[in-house]
Nanobody
C-alpha cells in the first residue's frame, strides 16, 4: 500500500515561512510516484477539507487555491519520491492540518475525489 508521511509543520508568526515535505513509500512498478499527480489539502477547525495546491506527475503544471496564489509553491523531486509545499507570507487563516495526497491521475487536479492516497497530516499554526 502507498504510504504518505508529511513533515515540516509547526508554529510560526504571521509573515513567516514554512516548507512542508511529503515522502511516499510502498510504491510499485504499476503505481510509481512519477505516474501520479500530487496535491496538498488542509482542514481548519470546524471546516471541511479544502484544496491548497497540486502538481502534475512531472512537475510541469501547478495549480493553487486563490488564497495561496503568490504565497505558496508546490514542487516535487521524483528521484526522492517527495513533494513539497513552500509557504511564504503566512497568515493566521492558514492555520490548519495540512494533508499530502496522491492522485489517481497524472494530471494536476484540485478535485478531492481524484486522490486515492492520503497522509496523516501535519499541523501548521500561524500566530498574529
Amino acid at each position: 500500500q502507498v504510504q504518505l508521511v508529511e513533515s515540516g509543520g509547526g508554529l510560526v508568526q504571521a509573515g513567516g515561512s514554512l516548507r512542508l515535505s511529503c515522502v511516499a513509500s510502498g510504491l510499485t512498478f504499476g503505481r510509481t510516484f512519477m505516474s501520479a499527480a500530487m496535491g496538498w489539502f488542509r482542514r481548519a477547525p470546524g471546516k471541511e477539507r479544502e484544496f491548497v495546491a497540486t502538481i502534475s506527475q512531472y512537475g510541469g503544471n501547478t495549480r493553487y487555491t486563490d488564497s495561496g496564489k503568490g504565497r505558496f509553491t508546490i514542487s516535487r523531486d521524483n528521484a526522492k519520491n517527495t513533494v513539497y509545499l513552500q509557504m511564504n507570507s503566512l497568515k493566521p487563516e492558514d492555520t490548519a492540518v495540512y494533508y499530502c495526497a496522491m492522485a489517481s491521475t497524472g494530471q494536476s487536479t484540485g478535485i478531492l475525489g481524484e486522490y486515492a492516497s492520503w497522509g496523516q497530516g501535519t499541523q501548521v499554526t500561524v500566530s498574529s
